[in-house]
């Protein structure tokens, strides 16, 4: 399939309408769109204004790329992501991502909402993601090889554990119960069933998600160096007693919202301080 999304046109867009270069990307998830009012911001770019860049469709997430400083170091900052469930291809949900590398970022936090498996979990905990399943039963890269990135890419240290060390540290200092674990991404929309959640424990997964996978395979794949992190609004199907709802996710967020603000704010400052 011949693709008319061009990355290079949109990170050239960007790069035209600001002059920092910061090297660290960040994309917000649901629970971590509060980041933003804590960043010094430079430019603000609706994804409407942005060449080939999907539409966000969900509540809570606003659709723009801000550049600024957060806790004094560069950053680009996604406010919003488009999801596979909502009917994107792959190549649309990663095409920010390219864009990104396009632009010269080199270090990528990716975060996210995600439904706790793990006994030891609560509502309102944040994990670091050692690894992921990938359950969506598509792959980013499928299709015509890229004439500029390896074809089969290597996924045995998919998380940089230098970048996680840090947002362990982040959290820490946030005053907020941070875990790590394995992120098993799934389609969506529908939630899972007990008998799914409980046989993706059984293959090793910690929590449950309907994104981030897909990025983090092509912020591979572009070399980038990737961290991520999920906020754990509920417990995943059958491991609590109630049904689950959109709402229950919105309303853990929310009370997390700026704790989980304060934890990438914390995490850009000691990132920015290390690399200097
Ligand atoms: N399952 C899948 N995706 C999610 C969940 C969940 O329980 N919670 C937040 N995103």
């Known amino acids: 399939m011949k693709s008319n999304l061009n990355p290079t046109l949109a990170a050239r867009q960007v790069a035209k309408l600001s002059k920092l270069r910061p090297v660290l990307g960040i994309v917000l998830g649901s629970g971590f769109q509060e980041a933003i009012a804590r960043m010094e911001v430079d430019t603000e770019i609706g994804y409407q204004k942005l060449a080939g860049f999907p539409p966000v469709g969900v509540t809570g997430h606003a659709g723009k790329l801000v550049l600024g400083h957060l806790g004094n ?21 990663t095409f920010a991502t390219r864009v990104l590398a396009e632009f010269g970022i080199q270090d990528l936090l990716l975060t ?27 792959n980013p890269l499928r299709g015509p090889a890229s004439p500029r990135y390896p074809r089969f890419v290597d996924m045995t240290r998919t998380y940089d554990p230098g970048l996680g060390n840090l947002l362990r540290r982040a959290a820490r200092s946030s005053g907020l119960r941070v875990k790590s674990g394995v992120y098993l991404a799934v389609s969506g929309p529908s939630y899972e069933t007990p008998a799914e959640i409980r046989a993706f424990a059984r293959l090793g997964a910690d929590a449950v998600g309907m994104s981030t996978v897909p990025e983090a395979i092509v912020a591979r794949q572009c070399g980038l160096k990737v961290a991520a992190m999920s906020c754990i609004t509920n417990l995943a199907a059958g491991r609590g007693g109630a049904a689950l709802s959109h709402a229950e996710v919105l309303e853990t967020a929310e009370k997390v919202k700026n704790l989980a603000a304060q934890l990438l704010y914390n995490f850009a400052k000691v990132y920015g301080e290390r690399a200097e």
């Open 73 to 93: 170091t560069p950053a680009l900052i996604l406010s919003g992501r488009a999801h596979y469930y909502e009917g994107h291809s792959m190549e649309q949900v």
């Open 112 to 138: 996210n909402a995600a439904g706790g498996l793990n006994r030891s979990f609560r509502p309102g905990d944040f994990m670091v993601l050692t690894d992921h399943i990938n359950f969506m039963g598509a």
